[in-house]
C-alpha cells in the first residue's frame, strides 16, 4: 500500500482538524508542570460537550418531527459523550492540593461554573435557573445565546408533547407551561410513563425513549457525583475561584433530577 507523503497543495490531517490552531491554545498562566493537565482536561471537556449539545439539539428536533428512530441513535451517542466526561476526573484527580495551590491564584475569578456550554446542556435537559445568566452578562452573545435556550422547549418538553400526541392524557399545565420555569414532577405524567411501562409491547418506541432518558440521567449524576469527589480531594471545602460555596453547591445539584417521573414509576411498577 502506498502512502501519501506529498500534501503540497492538498488537506492533510493537520489542516482537516486546525491542529495548529487547537494545539497553541494551552497556555499555562504559571511555571507549574501541573497547570497542563488542568487546561487540556477543561478544553477537552469544552470539545465533549459541545458534541453532546449538537447531539441534543438535533435529537430534541427530531422527536418534535414525532422521527424516535433517529434521536436514539443521537441519545446514544450523548451516552458515550458523557462517560467520556466522567472519565476525565480520573484523570484531573492525579492533580494533588500541593499541585493545585501552585497555579490557583493565576486563575483569578475563573471557574468551571462559568460554562456556557455546560449551562446550555442543563437547559436542554430541562434544568432552567435564570439566575445563572448572570454571570455571563459581559459576554452579550453568550447571554443571548443562553436566554434563548431558556426560553425553548427541553427535550423533556417535546418528549411530554409527543406522549400527549400519542393520546395520554397530560394535564394541560405541564404542556402549557412557561419554558423559561423548570419542570415539576407532575402525576399525569407519571401515569403515562407508568401506562409505557405496563405495556412495553405496544408502546415499544415509548419505552426505548424512556430508558434513553434514564442512561443519560445517571451518567449526568455520576458526573456530578465524580465532580463533587474530585474537587472535595483537591480543594476541601474552600469556595470555588468563581465565587460559588464550591463543594456545599455541587452537593445540593445532586438532589436534581431531570426526569423525575420515570423515576417515580419505578416505584409504582
Known sequence: MEIHTDFEGQMAYGDYLRLDT???????VSQSHDEMLFIVIHQTSELWLKLILHELEAATES?????????????????????QLI????VL????????????????????????QYRLVEFALGARDATT?????????????LEGALRAPSLYDVVLRHLAGQGFAIDTAVLGREPSLP???????????????????RHWELYEL?????DIEDRQQKWRFHHVLTVERIIGMKPGTGGSAGVPYLRGRLAHRFF???WAVRTEL
Not at 487547537?22 to 499555562?28: F, R, V
Not at 418531527?65 to 458515550?80: D, I, N, S, T, W
Not at 492540593?97 to 461554573?113: C, I, V
Open 93 to 116: 484527580s492525579t492533580l494533588t492540593p500541593a499541585d493545585y495551590m501552585r497555579f490557583r491564584s493565576g486563575l483569578g475569578r475563573a471557574s468551571g461554573f462559568q460554562s456556557y
Open 22 to 28: 487547537i494545539l497553541q491554545c494551552q497556555t499555562p
Open 183 to 201: 419542570h415539576r414532577e407532575d402525576p399525569s405524567v407519571t401515569a403515562a410513563w407508568l401506562a409505557v411501562y405496563r405495556n412495553v409491547d
Open 87 to 90: 472519565q476525565s476526573w480520573d
Open 210 to 214: 424512556g430508558e434513553k432518558l434514564l
Open 63 to 83: 422527536i418534535g418531527r414525532g422521527e424516535l428512530q433517529p434521536a436514539f441513535k443521537m441519545l446514544a451517542r450523548v451516552c458515550r459523550a458523557q462517560e
Open 133 to 145: 445568566l448572570s454571570v455571563h452578562r459581559h459576554r452579550p452573545d453568550i447571554h443571548q445565546r
Open 260 to 262: 423525575p417521573e420515570l
